[in-house]
Every structure is written in C-alpha cells, then in structure tokens.
C-alpha cells in the first residue's frame, strides 16, 4: 500500500511553504523517519520525513513549488506498485512562485522554437522577459538573453557559492521589501545604563548562577513598559487603517550561522522578568538549533536587534520587520566621560537606534516614546511601578 | 510568351490534344459556345465534335462517364462549370474515381482530369461562387492540383493529363483574365512541387490560388514596413510539399495560411496541423489562417467584398506575429 507524503502544517499560522530541495531521488529506498525534502515556509525552513518503509516511487512537487497544508509532494510505496491514482486524485504540485512577465494559468508564454533554444543553452524560461504578443518570449527574447547573459555572466573565481535559497532568501526578500516599501527614519540616542546595571547586579545578588537576568531581558522588559506606557510604536498598517496594537509581543533578533531569526516573546509586558529571561535564553539556543516552533516566530509587534555584544557598533540604521512600525537597535556599551550634575563622569553607555516607519509614526511621537523608554532604562525601578 | 490564364489552360489542351489523340474535351457549353468563361473558345473549331464534346446539364454524368472512359483508355478532360456542382458528382468522385485503380490492382486507371472554376467576387451569390477545394482532399485517390499564374496552369495541366490518377484542377474566376510569362510548346511543372513565389525572411505566407496574388500585394505593402515575407504556393494541395512548407518555417519561425475557402475544415487546418506535428519547434508565433468566414457568400457585392479574405486581413494576421 504506497503512502503519500503530503506537506505538514508547520505552525498555526502556516499557510502554504515552499519547497526548497529534495534530499533523496526517486527509486531512492528510504526509511520512516528518513528527511525526505525541505520545505520552507516564510519563517522556518523544516525537514518533512518518510511516513513510512519503501521506495520513493515519484517527486510530485518540484523544487519551488509553493503548496498549500496536505498537498501532495511525493509518494512512497513498493517497487511496480500502481501508484496512478493517488497521482490522478492529486492537483499537480508543480513548481510555483514564478511570475515572469508573460505567465498565463501557472504556464510561461513562450513559443516553441525560443523554448528549444533557451533549453538548448540552459537559459531558466522564468527569467526571460517576453516581448511578443501578450507578452509572450520569443526566439529573438532567448536570443537577447543569451547575448546578455554571455556579456553579464560572472566567471570570476569564487571561494564559496552559496545558494540565495531558503532562509538566505526569505531574509533578503523580506528585507527588501521593508527597504521599498517603508519610509524609514532612525533615531539614535546614547543612554546611560549604569542604573540598569545597578539594578541586575542587585537582582541577581539572590539568584542561582543559571537563572540569573541578563541586560538584554531587563532591556526588554524595560521596552515592553515603554510600549505599555505609550503604545504608538506598537502599531501596523493594515491595508486602508492604521492598528495600535493590544499585545505586546516583543520580536528578539537572534543571529544563526547561516542568517538570523526572530522568536517572540508574547505579551512580554505581563511576564514576570525572570520568565522573560528564562525564555529569551530557551528561544536562542532553540533558534540556533533550528529547533523552533514556527508559530514562536509569528506575531511580533515590535523588534529588538542587538548587536551590544560584538562591542564593535555603536549605532546603526536596522530595518523594520514588516508588518511592524518600528524596531529598536542596540548597539555596544561603552565608557564615556558625561556630564551630571555640573560633573564629567565615567558612565557606561549604550547605543540605541530606534528605526520607525514614517507612514505609520511622526518624527516627534518616536521622540516622545523614545524619552520615556530612556527614562526607564536611566531610573529602572519605575519598570516595575 | 504573354498569356492570360484562361489562353495558358487552353494552350495546355491543345499541346495535350496535338499530342495524344486518346485525349478529349467534355463538359456544358465547352464546344459551340466556347465554354462559360471562354477558356476552351475555338477548340470545336480546331479539333472537331469529336475531340470537344458538348454534353447535357448532368454534372453527375459529365464525371461519371469519363471515370469510365479514362478506365477504358482514353484520356478526358472534362468541365464542371462551377466547383460548387460537384455535390451533384460525388460518389462519382469520392466511390468510382478515386477507387478504382486500387480495387482493381492497378489493371484500370482513371487518367482523367476534372477542370473546375472557384471563387467569389463576380456577383455569382451561394450557389457559384465558392471554393471547395479542401473538400477532396480528404479522399485518398484523387490529387488536387490549383495553379496560381498562368505559367503554373499550363505546365500543371499538361501534367495532370498525363498522370495516371484522378486529377481535380481547380481554376479561380478572378484569374482568367490575368496575363502572364508563358513558356511555349510542351512545358510541365511536376505534381507536388511547391513554389516560392516570393523570398522573405521573417513569416511565410502558405497561400494558393487566387490568394497568391493578393498575399504578393499585402506582402510588399509589409516589406514597406519592415516585415519581408516568405509567399509559398504549394501548386497542389494533394501531393502536399510539406518539405518545403517545413523547411520555410523553420527558416521564418512564423507561418499565415491564406485560402479562400470558409476556415472550418479549410485545407489550412491540415497545413497548420502538419507544421505543429512536425515543425513545432520551428515556430515563433501561434498559426495563423485567414480564411473566409463559416457563412454561404452573400450576393449582395458590398457583402461579397468584405467575405472574401483582403490583403488589408492578411496584413492585419502577419503583424499580430510580431
């Protein structure tokens, strides 16, 4: 009896995923539990495994195919098993996402003959811009495509070629959609953490070596009051209207080898600080196990970005993780001699960059929430008030 | 020398029946009244009653006995004075003429030729004026020979009277009187050759008939625009010179057939289904047909005109390949 192999649900959220490659070929033996292929969907890339014992008969979904939760992508049976139809019952999980100029009914238009020559000189159809009735490629396209391409082609020696797929292409797809589509102002500002400092090495005076606070969750903390106090930056546009949101769910950028990630700490607002600490050093080192649950990775209101511990920026211009309005980057804790009270001091100070989108929030709104944030971080105690 | 089309068939006649005393003439008004478009004037004259024969208003029969006399022999051309009245002849053509070499071995053939007049664009209405020469095609036996100057009529027609098989010779109204270069004496073009009537480049043109002229016209006005069209006459739709026809796609990459005949069931259909069976990876652009359209031809002129395919159309169908 062949079993299908059918595309999982990856979180509550999920949608649709996208598969990014195929680990194992068709005639391949493979066990239950074996990785068959990876799929990807805006947030996580997963393995989907082997139901069961067989031969993987046939790949139904191709590399690219963007489908829909129990779409069908392969199946697996016994050698000569009849297998029609589970295949006729299926929709064809043929590649997706293309969107050259010229698509009608999932198909490119392109006449047969700049077909064959774009087969001939392995040319990717999807890339070709059509210029024929209805948009449709033409011999004499591929022809130009060929030209350009051999002018354009890059055969410089390269250490490493790393595929722009996967969690490397969600980021940059995503980032450059923000970068279009936002107007983005950032706001940097110097703080002095010797409070907030002051403050964990008391808290922590009591606690156990593993569960003691780290500047980070105090920050968030401090930052989920901040929002709490004066909400406008956890807004987002929503089509015709502008929402303030309810929750506050605070997004922690975490870096990876290969890219980063964005778990959530949902309603950090209402956590007790030694939870949110406790939890923000469990997404972290799930996140760098590519062990998340997708669903802890959706429902960010606003972003924090931290690049304190390279000691190496002290402000920069992050960009905002959309549908969010605005997003906060850390940047190192330096020395410096400050002024206070008519006295130059040696006070430990941090960079903070807050990025908002224009369209959602003003200039002098981000300000305001951006001084009661500071107030906050320089008098921590009132975090907890 | 200068020939219009109608002196170039008759020219072939008469080398044919200098030639070959077995051959013979057959049809309504070919004799005293020298046929209803003058083609066969002066003939009788010439050759006798014997030779032109003046035959009853029986299309049915007119074809019916020169199966049998091709069988026993002899070599007739015969008439119909309209393409339209070979519905009144069909088992004759469709069951005896094109059968009987086969269902006799070979021992019988019918080495006759049936001449037939198509087209619209005289005022002829429904019932004269149509072009149905696909409707043959479709019958293995028969071959379809439908010259385009008057050089091709002749050298076609003195081929088809020597061939063996049943040959339909189609002639269109419009071109009778149409001068051309003729060669003199006994010249032949071969059955299934086509003819490139007009080098190009970038589409080409399948046309036939009547149809060559106007697409020659509709292709200089193109070249004026940048568009150098190939105009390919395959001469006879039945053998068909796919070869030439594949080897001018490929070179193009875009094909127009123009015909006269309604599009539905048109021998274009059989043209543009060869080509995407055999040279689909030749092609540029979709097939394009511009055919009359599916309705009986209308009397009235003004209606007539706008039937019949213009080389405005042909125009309009190459310039939506590009």
Same mark, same amino acid.
């Given at each position: 009896?062949?079993?299908?192999?059918?595309?999982?649900?990856?979180?509550?959220?999920?949608?649709? &995923?996208?598969?990014?490659?195929?680990?194992?070929?068709?005639?391949?033996?493979?066990?239950?539990?074996?990785?068959?292929?990876?799929?990807?969907?805006?947030?996580?890339?997963?393995?989907?495994?082997?139901?069961?014992?067989?031969?993987?008969?046939?790949?139904?979904?191709?590399?690219?195919?963007?489908?829909?939760?129990?779409?069908?992508?392969?199946?697996?049976?016994?050698?000569?098993?009849?297998?029609?139809?589970?295949?006729?019952?299926?929709?064809?999980?043929?590649?997706?996402?293309? =969107?050259?100029?010229?698509?009608?009914?999932?198909?490119?238009?392109?006449?047969?003959?700049?077909?064959?020559?774009?087969?001939?000189?392995?040319?990717?159809?999807?890339?070709?811009?059509?210029?024929?009735?209805?948009?449709?490629?033409?011999?004499?396209?591929?022809?130009?495509?060929?030209?350009?391409?051999?002018?354009?082609?890059?055969?410089?020696?390269?250490?490493?070629?790393?595929? +722009?797929?996967?969690?490397?292409?969600?980021?940059?797809?995503?980032?450059?959609?923000?970068?279009?589509?936002?107007?983005?102002?950032?706001?940097?500002?110097?703080?002095?953490?010797?409070?907030?400092?002051?403050?964990?090495?008391?808290?922590?005076?009591?606690?156990?070596?593993?569960?003691? %606070?780290?500047?980070?969750?105090?920050?968030? =903390?401090?930052?989920?009051?901040?929002?709490?106090?004066?909400?406008?930056?956890?807004?987002?546009?929503?089509?015709?209207?502008?929402?303030?949101?309810?929750?506050?769910?605070?997004?922690?950028?975490?870096?990876?080898?290969?890219?980063?990630?964005?778990?959530?700490?949902?309603?950090?607002?209402?956590?007790?600080?030694?939870?949110?600490?406790?939890?923000?050093?469990?997404?972290?080192?799930?996140?760098?196990?590519?062990?998340?649950?997708?669903?802890?990775?959706?429902?960010?209101?606003?972003?924090?970005?931290?690049?304190?511990? +390279?000691?190496?920026?002290?402000?920069?211009?992050?960009?905002?993780?959309?549908?969010?309005?605005? %997003?906060?980057?850390?940047?190192?804790?330096?020395?410096?001699?400050?002024?206070?009270?008519?006295?130059?001091?040696?006070?430990?100070?941090?960079?903070?960059?807050?990025?908002?989108?224009?369209?959602?929030?003003?200039?002098?709104?981000? &300000?305001?929430?951006?001084?009661?944030?500071?107030?906050?971080?320089?008098?921590?105690?009132?975090?907890?008030? | 020398?200068?020939?219009?089309?109608?002196? *170039?068939?008759?020219? *072939?006649?008469?080398?044919?029946?200098?030639?070959?005393?077995?051959?013979?003439?057959?049809?309504?008004?070919? /004799?005293?009244?020298?046929?209803?478009?003058?083609?066969? @004037?002066?003939?009788?004259?010439?050759?006798?009653?014997?030779?032109?024969?003046?035959?009853?208003?029986?299309?049915?029969?007119?074809?019916?006995?020169?199966?049998?006399?091709?069988?026993?022999?002899?070599?007739?051309?015969?008439?119909?004075?309209?393409?339209?009245?070979?519905?009144?002849?069909?088992?004759?053509?469709?069951?005896?003429?094109?059968?009987?070499?086969?269902?006799? /071995?070979?021992?019988?053939?019918?080495?006759?030729?049936?001449?037939?007049?198509?087209?619209?664009?005289?005022? @002829?209405?429904?019932?004269?004026?149509?072009?149905?020469?696909?409707?043959?095609?479709?019958? $293995?036996?028969?071959? #379809?020979?439908?010259?385009?100057?008057? *050089?091709?009529?002749?050298?076609?027609?003195? #081929?088809?009277?020597?061939?063996?098989?049943?040959?339909?010779?189609?002639?269109?109204?419009?071109?009778?009187?149409?001068?051309?270069?003729?060669?003199?004496?006994?010249?032949?073009?071969?059955?299934?050759?086509?003819?490139? !009537?007009?080098?190009?480049?970038?589409?080409?043109?399948?046309?036939?008939?009547?149809?060559?002229?106007?697409?020659?016209?509709?292709?200089?006005?193109?070249?004026?625009?940048?568009?150098?069209?190939?105009?390919?006459? $395959?001469?006879?739709?039945?053998?068909?010179?796919?070869?030439?026809?594949?080897?001018?796609?490929?070179?193009?990459?875009?094909?127009?057939?123009?015909?006269?005949?309604?599009?539905?069931?048109?021998?274009? /259909?059989?043209?543009?289904?060869?080509?995407?069976?055999? /040279?689909?990876?030749?092609?540029? @652009?979709?097939?394009?047909?511009?055919?009359?359209?599916?309705?009986?031809?209308?009397?009235?002129?003004?209606?007539?005109?706008?039937?019949?395919?213009?080389?405005? !159309?042909?125009?309009? *169908?190459?310039?939506?390949?590009?």
């Amino acid at each position: 009896m062949a079993s299908q192999i059918t595309m999982p649900k990856l979180g509550l959220s999920m949608k649709t &995923a996208k598969v990014v490659k195929w680990l194992k070929k068709e005639g391949d033996a493979v066990k239950k539990g074996d990785a068959l292929l990876e799929v990807m969907t805006e947030k996580i890339t997963n393995k989907v495994e082997a139901p069961a014992d067989g031969l993987l008969l046939k790949i139904v979904a191709d590399k690219g195919a963007d489908l829909p939760i129990g779409a069908l992508l392969g199946v697996i049976g016994q050698a000569d098993e009849d297998i029609s139809a589970i295949l006729a019952a299926a929709p064809a999980g043929g590649a997706g996402e293309k =969107k050259p100029a010229a698509v009608s009914g999932g198909k490119v238009k392109i006449s047969p003959a700049a077909r064959k020559l774009a087969e001939e000189n392995g040319l990717e159809i999807t890339r070709i811009i059509g210029t024929g009735p209805e948009g449709r490629i033409t011999k004499e396209d591929v022809e130009k495509a060929i030209d350009e391409g051999s002018a354009l082609a890059d055969d410089r020696p390269a250490l490493e070629v790393i595929p +722009y797929e996967g969690m490397r292409n969600a980021i940059g797809e995503n980032m450059a959609r923000s970068w279009a589509t936002c107007a983005r102002v950032t706001q940097h500002v110097s703080v002095d953490i010797s409070g907030l400092l002051a403050l964990r090495k008391s808290i922590n005076a009591d606690l156990k070596e593993k569960e003691k %606070i780290s500047v980070t969750a105090l920050l968030t =903390k401090a930052i989920a009051r901040a929002i709490e106090i004066n909400p406008i930056v956890n807004s987002t546009l929503d089509g015709e209207v502008i929402k303030v949101l309810k929750d506050i769910n605070i997004g922690m950028a975490i870096a990876l080898d290969d890219g980063l990630i964005v778990p959530v700490i949902k309603n950090a607002d209402q956590k007790k600080l030694i939870d949110i600490n406790a939890e923000i050093a469990d997404l972290a080192k799930r996140a760098r196990r590519n062990k998340l649950n997708p669903d802890e990775m959706g429902g960010a209101s606003f972003t924090i970005s931290n690049l304190g511990a +390279y000691g190496s920026v002290d402000a920069f211009t992050p960009i905002i993780n959309l549908p969010e309005s605005a %997003i906060l980057g850390v940047g190192r804790t330096v020395e410096k001699p400050v002024a206070v009270n008519g006295e130059i001091v040696i006070r430990p100070m941090m960079g903070l960059s807050l990025s908002i989108d224009h369209r959602i929030i003003d200039g002098a709104p981000a &300000a305001q929430w951006l001084k009661v944030l500071i107030d906050l971080i320089e008098t921590p105690h009132k975090i907890f008030v | 020398m200068q020939m219009t089309y109608a002196e *170039a068939i008759r020219d *072939a006649m008469r080398v044919e029946l200098k030639r070959d005393p077995k051959v013979y003439l057959a049809g309504e008004d070919i /004799g005293v009244f020298g046929g209803c478009f003058g083609v066969t @004037a002066g003939l009788l004259d010439e050759f006798g009653p014997k030779r032109i024969v003046d035959t009853p208003i029986s299309e049915n029969f007119i074809v019916g006995h020169a199966v049998g006399s091709s069988a026993c022999g002899l070599r007739p051309i015969v008439e119909i004075m309209f393409n339209d009245f070979i519905a009144v002849c069909f088992d004759e053509m469709c069951n005896q003429a094109a059968k009987v070499r086969y269902m006799f /071995g070979g021992k019988a053939d019918v080495g006759m030729v049936l001449r037939m007049p198509i087209g619209a664009g005289i005022g @002829a209405a429904a019932q004269h004026s149509q072009s149905l020469e696909g409707l043959l095609t479709h019958i $293995p036996g028969l071959i #379809s020979v439908i010259p385009s100057t008057p *050089a091709d009529a002749k050298g076609l027609l003195i #081929s088809a009277i020597r061939d063996d098989n049943p040959v339909i010779f189609y002639e269109h109204k419009q071109m009778y009187g149409m001068p051309g270069e003729v060669p003199e004496g006994d010249y032949t073009i071969p059955i299934g050759k086509a003819d490139i !009537k007009r080098e190009g480049s970038d589409v080409t043109i399948v046309t036939w008939s009547w149809m060559v002229q106007k697409s020659l016209a509709a292709a200089e006005k193109l070249a004026a625009e940048g568009i150098n069209a190939e105009v390919l006459d $395959p001469r006879t739709l039945i053998p068909l010179d796919k070869e030439a026809i594949l080897k001018s796609v490929a070179k193009t990459g875009k094909l127009v057939i123009v015909h006269e005949e309604v599009k539905t069931s048109g021998f274009g /259909g059989e043209i543009a289904a060869i080509v995407s069976e055999e /040279g689909f990876d030749y092609l540029d @652009a979709p097939i394009k047909r511009v055919a009359a359209p599916d309705t009986p031809i209308p009397f009235s002129p003004a209606l007539e005109q706008a039937y019949i395919p213009s080389e405005e !159309k042909i125009i309009e *169908a190459v310039k939506a390949l590009f």
